[in-house]
């Protein structure tokens, strides 16, 4: 069994997959003060939790945009599994190409995540992260990385409003009744929740405009399942998308 590890700036999410097949995920906080020790503990207690040996785990993949993390965590697995994690990076093999003006500012999620994108369409595809950014990663009929958009992460956006205004409460992203909100925990719900639709929705719209040809669109990421059900266009929705892109990367560079 293989061990996937996406750090992001919010979270890090865990998965263990069987052979193409995921069958845990976990989520636990991306905290730079935490010890290797802190990690390990929580990493084996899920595993035993779940009655999953230690010795099953062949090897540790991880994509990380956290480098703080990268130490500890690395420490952690190492604890546990007496082995090195793999960190994904761009002098891997891939399987599409990047072309863009700065390729060490681009994060390596986007990459794994494109990368599993253009293997499911193709062809022309946007993969929409809802994550602690929104990001947009546009990968063309070729399978060549060309850039994308990034806008504010949607939980990022709702904490900062609370935490500057002094009198307004805190909000659960549920949606109202109506898009007309009576009181104000609706109508931040109603602006956070049909106003990110809106902006994904516009994105993406000027994309395909761009590409001019038939675009899939993946969408993926924590706080995506806020916006889901008021997209208005055709999308594939894949949770796991990086986790198994790391499958599909690591798999490429082991042949």
Do not use: C
Not at 38 to 56: G, P, Q, V
Not at 86 to 111: A, H, Q, T, V, Y
Not at 129 to 148: C, E, L, Q, R
Not at 219 to 233: R, W
Request: no cysteine.
């Amino acid at each position: 069994m293989l061990l996937t590890i996406d750090i992001g700036n919010t979270n890090i999410v865990l998965g263990i997959l069987k052979e193409d097949e995921i069958i845990k995920t976990y989520r636990l906080s991306s905290r730079v003060l935490r010890t290797s020790d802190e990690y390990a503990l929580d990493i084996i207690s899920l595993l035993n939790f779940d009655r999953i040996k230690k010795e099953e785990i062949d090897d540790v993949v991880i994509s990380s945009v956290v480098p703080p993390l990268d130490p500890i965590i690395e420490k952690s697995i190492e604890k546990i599994f007496n082995k090195e994690p793999i960190f994904m990076n761009l002098s891997m093999k891939l399987p599409i190409k990047i072309e863009i003006d700065n390729i060490s500012e681009l994060g390596i999620d986007r990459i794994v995540g494109s990368s599993m994108g253009y293997e499911i369409t193709k062809g022309s595809t946007v993969v929409v992260d809802f994550g602690t950014a929104t990001t947009f990663d546009v990968i063309n009929k070729s399978g060549v990385f060309i850039g994308g958009a990034i806008a504010p992460g949607i939980l990022l956006s709702l904490e900062s409003l609370i935490s500057r205004t002094a009198k307004l409460p805190k909000v659960e992203l549920t949606l109202p009744e109506s898009p007309i909100g009576k009181n104000t925990v609706n109508a931040i719900q109603s602006g956070f929740l049909y106003g990110w639709s809106g902006i994904v929705e516009k994105v993406v719209e000027e994309i395909k405009k761009y590409l001019n040809d038939n675009v899939s669109v993946i969408i993926t990421g924590g706080a995506s399942h806020f916006v889901l059900p008021l997209i208005n266009f055709n999308y594939i929705y894949e949770k796991d998308l990086v986790l198994k892109g790391l499958k599909l990367i690591y798999d490429l560079n082991k042949k």
